[in-house]
Structures are given as structure tokens and as C-alpha cells.
């Protein structure tokens, strides 16, 4: 089984509209991590969020949110007033066994989103 | 913070040749990971370190794969001999608690 599934391959939305990413994960450690990476065309990987297993609420970080719904093992990437310059492929991973610094990412297939003018 | 830096950005080999892909972690960060990105695997990490030693290398490919990384400043991936298979975007990352930072990657091209 898969841990980390993104299952919007694509996903397109107007400027200045608000677009949610959809992720989901699995696992049966207690604690953990979700992160949220945006790769434009030029390749580089940009961290953009991250929620931990025991936060009690969602992260925010600038127009980044997520919806975290734990029993449902679900963190959706909420993009809100969408830039052109927010088109890039989105990826959501997740490190099991949260805390401490040296536990590995594992990344879902990621959703690509085209910010339309 | 100048990030993480990875050399050579791009490279280009024949196969049979030996590559070998270099990592400088951000300072103070006393984690560091290689992923490998292809378009039919997506992402894929191939060994992480923690304080210098390897931890986790049981997504490396195969023994032409090697990486060491002898201070908390530096780390290498080598591929010997490479075979065309090995065309990838490699990827040097390194975090000290939750955020994972990532280098711009190195695109091989295995000819």
C-alpha cells in the first residue's frame, strides 16, 4: 500500500482563486510528520509547510494552510488567492516516527498545478 | 543562509564512468539525504546520514552505488561504473528538526 497518495494528477485554477490540494497518508506510528514541497520548472525543491501529528491546529504560513483531518489521515494544501507564479508541481510527504531530525521523507506522485491568467 | 549546495549541476557521462555527485549541507544541520527523482519513480531516497554516519541505506540501487560523507561539511555520492539507467535528478537534503531543506539538485545524464 501506498503511504502518501495524491490523486490529482493535475489540477488547474483561475488567478486569484483559491485551490486545494488533496493528500492522503498511512501509517500506523502515533507520531509523525506531513510536509508540503513545491517544484517549479526549474526543478529546485521549495519546502513550503509542515504539520505534526499533535499539533491541535492547522499549520498556516503565509497564503499556505492545511487542512488537517487526522482521523481521516487526510492534510489538503489550501493555496488561497492563487499567483501565476504558483504553478509548479506539489508534492506531500510524510516522515514517520516524528521528532528527531533524522528520519527520512516519503513522497507521494504529486499534483501539477497551472495557475490560469 | 547560502542553502544547500550540490555540485555539479549538471552532468553528462558516458557509460562505464565513474560520477560522483558532491553535497555541502546548511550549517548546524546534522541530518543530510540523497534522493533520486526520475519521471517513472518520482522520488526515492537512496541513504541519509545523522551526525555523519549512515543510517539508512537500503534505498541505494545497487553496490555501483557508494556515499560517504567524512565531516559534518560534506557528502558524496558515487556511481561506478554508471549505466544509462542512472539518468536522474539526484537531490542533497538536510534538516535539523522539521523542515527539510533541498539542494537545486544535480541533473546526470548517463550516455
Known amino acids: 500500500a501506498q503511504k502518501i497518495t495524491q490523486t490529482q494528477p493535475g489540477m488547474f485554477v483561475q488567478e486569484k482563486e483559491a485551490v486545494t490540494l488533496d493528500c492522503t497518508y498511512d501509517?500506523?506510528?502515533?507520531?509523525?510528520?506531513l510536509f508540503w514541497y513545491k517544484q517549479p520548472s526549474s526543478g529546485e525543491m521549495i519546502f513550503l509547510i509542515y504539520?505534526?501529528?499533535?499539533?491541535?491546529q492547522n499549520a498556516t504560513e503565509g497564503r499556505y494552510s492545511l487542512n488537517f483531518q487526522k482521523a481521516r489521515k487526510s492534510t489538503n494544501l489550501v493555496i488561497s488567492a492563487s499567483q501565476l507564479g504558483d504553478s509548479a508541481m506539489y508534492f506531500c510527504?510524510?516522515?514517520?516516527?516524528?521528532?528527531?531530525?533524522?528520519?527520512?521523507?516519503?513522497f507521494g506522485s504529486g499534483t501539477q498545478l497551472t495557475v490560469l491568467p | 543562509d547560502a542553502g544547500v549546495i550540490q555540485s555539479p549541476r549538471h552532468e553528462v557521462t558516458e557509460m562505464g564512468q565513474e560520477v560522483t555527485l558532491r553535497c555541502k549541507p546548511i550549517?548546524?544541520?546534522?541530518?543530510l539525504f540523497w534522493y533520486r527523482q526520475t519521471m517513472m519513480r518520482g522520488l526515492e531516497l537512496l541513504i541519509y546520514f545523522n551526525n555523519n554516519v549512515p543510517i539508512d541505506d537500503s534505498g541505494m540501487p545497487e553496490d555501483r552505488f557508494s556515499a560517504k560523507m567524512p565531516n559534518a561539511s560534506f557528502s558524496t555520492l558515487k556511481i561506478q561504473p554508471s549505466e544509462p539507467r542512472d539518468s536522474a535528478v539526484y537531490f542533497c537534503?538536510?534538516?535539523?528538526?522539521?523542515?527539510?531543506?533541498f539542494g537545486p539538485g544535480t541533473r546526470l545524464t548517463v550516455l
Open positions: 550549517s548546524g544541520h546534522n541530518s
Open positions: 510527504a510524510m516522515r514517520e516516527a516524528g521528532g528527531g531530525s533524522a528520519r527520512q521523507l516519503t
Open positions: 504539520q505534526g501529528s499533535y499539533d491541535e
Open positions: 501509517t500506523s506510528d502515533q507520531s509523525y510528520g
Open positions: 537534503a538536510s534538516n535539523r528538526y522539521n523542515e527539510q531543506f
